[in-house]
T-cell receptor, first 116, second 110 residues
Framework: GAVVSQHPSRVICKSGTSVKIECRSL??????MFWYRQFPKQSLMLMAT?????????EQGVEKDKFLINHASLTLSTLTVTSAHPEDSSFYIC????????????FGPGTRLTVL | GQQLNQSPQSMFIQEGEDVSMNCTSS?????WLWYKQDPGEGPVLLIA?????ELTSNGRLTAQFGITRKDSFLNISASIPSDVGIYFC??????????FGAGTRLTVKP
């Protein structure tokens, strides 16, 4: 199946710093990439949807200036958490869709962000 | 937005037992999907359902797309310890709009 990677898998940062998370589709070109956030023992909440070369579409309640998404190519999307605060600590998961697989979403392994 | 009600929240079963979980919604979906998530990992797609009434199997897993398009169930037969994890249903209206249920946490006792 289609493989999606994320980097880093785990990051700890100080409050006020910015953190960049990369999401790559390794063996396919992703028509669309999605960013989710998951708090402990909770479900995945969609944050934003991005298509290559265009601005991301953010879900209601997600601050676009705080969670910057760049989708520079068909295989790479980045999420930057700017001026991170402890309440931003969460598990961030990206997914990518492949046109040839009925646009099913294939998920990355996630990035655990801890803001001190 | 569309709300998915997934039940049960958690299950504790003995190895070898069958498992059943379901998702319901007040909204209609065009696709139903079932994912499994292991701790610290991203979800992995188990079964995708595209047509109302569709019944699909993947090994010991069987899932059905409800005829009303508002529900789906997942059955696991003859559970084994590696079935432990969190199972999520997801309903999709279009390519860019997929919503997840709250998850069913499965524990299998050897």
């Amino acid at each position: 199946g289609a493989v999606v990677s994320q980097h880093p898998s785990r990051v700890i940062c100080k409050s006020g710093t910015s953190v960049k998370i990369e999401c790559r589709s390794l063996d396919f070109q992703a028509t669309t990439m999605f960013w989710y956030r998951q708090f402990p023992k909770q479900s995945l909440m969609l944050m934003a949807t991005s298509n290559e070369g265009s601005k991301a579409t953010y879900e209601q309640g997600v601050e676009k200036d705080k969670f910057l998404i760049n989708h520079a190519s068909l295989t790479l999307s980045t999420l930057t958490v700017t001026s991170a605060h402890p309440e931003d600590s969460s598990f961030y998961i990206c997914s990518a869709t492949e046109r040839l697989s009925y646009n099913e979403q294939f998920f990355g392994p996630g990035t655990r962000l801890t803001v001190l | 937005g569309q709300q998915l009600n997934q039940s049960p929240q958690s299950m504790f079963i003995q190895e070898g037992e069958d498992v059943s979980m379901n998702c319901t919604s007040s909204s209609i979906f065009n696709t139903w999907l079932w994912y499994k998530q292991d701790p610290g990992e991203g979800p992995v797609l188990l079964i995708a359902l595209y047509k109302a009434g569709e019944l699909t199997s993947n090994g010991r897993l069987t899932a059905q797309f409800g005829i009303t398009r508002k529900d789906s169930f997942l059955n696991i037969s003859a559970s084994i310890p590696s079935d432990v994890g969190i199972y999520f249903c997801a309903g999709r209206v279009n390519n860019n709009d997929m919503r997840f249920g709250a998850g069913t946490r499965l524990t299998v006792k050897p």
